[in-house]
């Protein structure tokens, strides 16, 4: 009786010994603080730059898009890549001189501030006539990536009526 007591007591205090010493505190991250006003305007300003960059004809240069992009453009399948996807502005470029304008309606920031998902409105005016030939609204995705955002999924809708 005396052996089982002893060896009880002594497995109970080799498991109370060993829960001590494993109970590690999770270490805590430190917050991140995520500025959505600040995120937006950040966002904005990659649009205001995709535009003048379009609206001037060298869309070779824009910065826009991450190398592995898609972008879901209405009536087309969906441009794979950065390079699709300047391809098709570039083919669009040659059969008109329209200017396109964007607005960053609302962000959608993930808590850690790696992703944002925007949500937005185009406008496309005649260059010639200063009317709006199309407008709508849009979704991106963006992704930090060294430091920076860049648009790895976009789509469009118009919302103008189909004659």
């Known amino acids: ?6 060896k009880g007591l002594l497995l109970g205090s080799v498991l109370v010994s060993m829960l001590a010493c494993n109970t590690k505190k999770e270490e805590e991250k430190p917050a991140v603080v995520v500025d959505k006003e600040q995120i937006k305007k950040e966002i904005q300003a990659k649009e205001d730059e995709f535009a003048a960059t379009y609206n001037s004809g ?32 570039i083919s669009d470029l040659v059969s008109n001189s329209n200017i396109i304008s964007f607005k960053t309606n609302d962000v959608f920031v993930s808590n850690d501030g790696n992703q944002v998902v925007e949500s937005g409105a185009y406008t496309v005016t005649d260059s010639v006539s ?34």
Not at 1 to 6: Q, S, V
Not at 64 to 85: C, F, M, N, R, T
Not at 138 to 158: H, I, P, T
């Open 58 to 89: 060298e869309v070779k240069k824009i910065g826009y898009y991450a190398d592995d992009a898609i972008s879901y453009y209405q009536h087309k399948k969906p441009l794979v890549g950065k390079e699709a996807i300047s391809e098709f502005l």
């Open 130 to 163: 200063k009317s709006v030939i199309n407008s709508g609204n849009y979704l991106s995705l963006f992704e930090k990536r060294d430091g920076k955002y860049v648009c790895v999924r976009d789509m469009s809708a118009s919302d103008m009526e189909v004659k």
């Open 1 to 6: 009786m005396k052996n089982k007591i002893l």
